[in-house]
């Protein structure tokens, strides 16, 4: 088994990353819900870099055992969704309609070259990291990773040119959405923050790194928030993820706040995969049980507080029942 170093403001990090989100798909009302939601957009690259840090040093064997992982996961996470929307296409007498417009020619090609499944957007995430740990185990068999981050700048380039198109010509979101430009220069960038090198010449002060958070977050937030013409905001997230990333690196040994650390630690996978569907259950609770008007704007403010308070103990259930499964004895 692979052992690591712990890293608990990493882990405060993750904590606040999979509730960021919960905020970006299931948002507040208004221009204060905008601003939350690209606020909160640092989350997905965050996970992205914890995953390339954590990937620093390990040889294919390693990287393999992640890869096969994140495809259970995703094995997993897909049958969820699926089982859910399949259920309310039963339910609305919409099952043909539904198979039809989600399994067609396009679909493979939806699925692998812009990451996405219709009926489960936030998988987006599972996908763009399986075919990360595919190259980058083909980068790790070569031993070709330290000439291969050298390109992570032109990654980040291509992203932002890709992004900031799409969304200026406000594209479909999957247009946008692939993970050469989406998640390997994230992968890169926290593999490099991991290197000898880079560890022994960290010496951005915490008031830099902290403007750095403060700047990136404007940009991201001000275009979209604001509706400029042009949708620049995916340049700040670089600084702003940059930022955030390179502060949870120092003193990584002191404990913040211990209820975050163990939600980044243990439930942020699950958090990430279940909030979707939470929030679907909750509203169907609210309107159909509860008969609550769900076009209220009171439920609306409460809605992504509900739903992440629930999501959070949904994993920690499901998280507690994997804990007493393993400690049973199996039969020999």
């Known amino acids: 088994m692979e052992k690591r170093n712990v890293n608990v403001k990493l882990n405060l990090l993750k904590g ?8 970006i798909h299931i948002t507040f009302p208004g221009l204060f819900g905008q601003i939350v939601l690209y606020a909160s957009a640092y989350a997905v690259p965050i996970f992205f870099m914890v995953a390339g840090y954590y990937a620093y040093g390990k040889d294919k064997d390693v990287i393999k055992r992640r890869l096969i992982k994140i495809v259970k996961i995703f094995a997993y996470a897909y049958m969820l969704f699926f089982l859910y929307k399949l259920t309310s296409s039963i339910k609305n007498h919409e099952v043909l309609q539904w198979l039809s417009s989600n399994y067609n020619w396009k679909t493979p090609i939806k699925n692998i070259c812009f990451c996405t499944i219709n009926f489960a957007i936030p998988l987006w995430y599972l996908i763009a990291m399986i075919e990360t740990y595919i190259v980058w185990l083909y980068v790790v068999k070569q031993k070709k990773e330290h000439l291969v981050i050298k390109i992570t700048p032109i990654l980040f380039l291509l992203q932002i040119i890709l992004t900031s198109y799409c969304e200026t010509m406000q594209f479909e979101w999957f247009w946008k959405i692939n993970f050469v430009t989406r998640a390997m220069p994230w992968f890169m960038l926290g593999y490099y923050l991991n290197s000898e090198t880079t560890r022994s010449k960290r010496s951005l002060k915490t008031s830099t790194l902290i403007m750095m ?81 769900t076009e209220a704007n009171l439920y609306l403010w409460l809605r992504p507080i509900i739903v992440l308070v629930a999501t959070i103990f949904a994993s920690w259930v499901v998280y507690k029942i994997k804990l007493i499964l393993a400690k049973k004895p199996r039969n020999i």
């Not at 606040?16 to 905020?23: D, I, K, S």
């Open 213 to 293: 958070v403060i700047v990136g977050c404007a940009i991201a937030v001000i275009p979209s928030a604001f509706d400029l013409s042009v949708k620049f905001n995916v340049i700040g997230y670089i600084p702003y993820a940059f930022g955030l990333f390179s502060l949870a690196l120092k003193n990584p040994s002191k404990s913040i706040c211990k209820p975050v650390e163990f939600i980044g630690d243990k439930l942020s996978l699950n958090i990430y995969i279940f909030h979707a569907l939470m929030d679907g259950v909750i509203s169907f609770v609210f309107l159909r049980l509860l008969n609550v008007n």
């Open 16 to 23: 606040f990353a999979c509730m960021g989100v919960v905020f």
